[in-house]
C-alpha cells in the first residue's frame, strides 16, 4: 500500500467529516445573515452599502451597478413571504 494513497483517504475522510459540520452551521448562518439584511434594507435608503449590494446581487443574480429599487422591494416581498 502506498503512503500516498494512505494520506489521500486521510484527507478525504477528514474533508467529509468538516463539511458535514461544517455545513450545518454555515445554513444556520445564512439564516442569520438573511435575516440581519433585510432588517439593514428596511431601515436604509438606496443606494445601500456594500455589503447590503453584495447580498442583494447573490439573491437577484445581478451586478450590483444593475439592481434598482424595484429589484429591491421584489426582494423583500419574497423575503416577509416565506
Known amino acids: 500500500?502506498?503512503?500516498?494513497?494512505?494520506r489521500r483517504q486521510q484527507r478525504q475522510f477528514d474533508m467529509?467529516?468538516?463539511?458535514?459540520?461544517?455545513?450545518?452551521?454555515?445554513?444556520k448562518e445564512r439564516?442569520?445573515?438573511d435575516i440581519r439584511?433585510?432588517?439593514?434594507?428596511?431601515?436604509g435608503t438606496f443606494p445601500y452599502t456594500p455589503?447590503?449590494?453584495?447580498?442583494l446581487s447573490l439573491k437577484l443574480d445581478k451586478p450590483t451597478t444593475r439592481i434598482v429599487p424595484a429589484d429591491v422591494e421584489k426582494v423583500l416581498?419574497?423575503?416577509?413571504a416565506k
Request: charged share 30%.
Open 77 to 80: 416581498a419574497a423575503t416577509t
Open 16 to 27: 467529509g467529516v468538516s463539511r458535514r459540520e461544517n455545513g450545518m452551521r454555515k445554513t
Open 31 to 33: 439564516v442569520r445573515r
Open 1 to 6: 500500500m502506498g503512503i500516498r494513497r494512505v
Open 51 to 55: 455589503v447590503v449590494r453584495a447580498w
Open 37 to 43: 439584511i433585510v432588517e439593514l434594507i428596511k431601515t
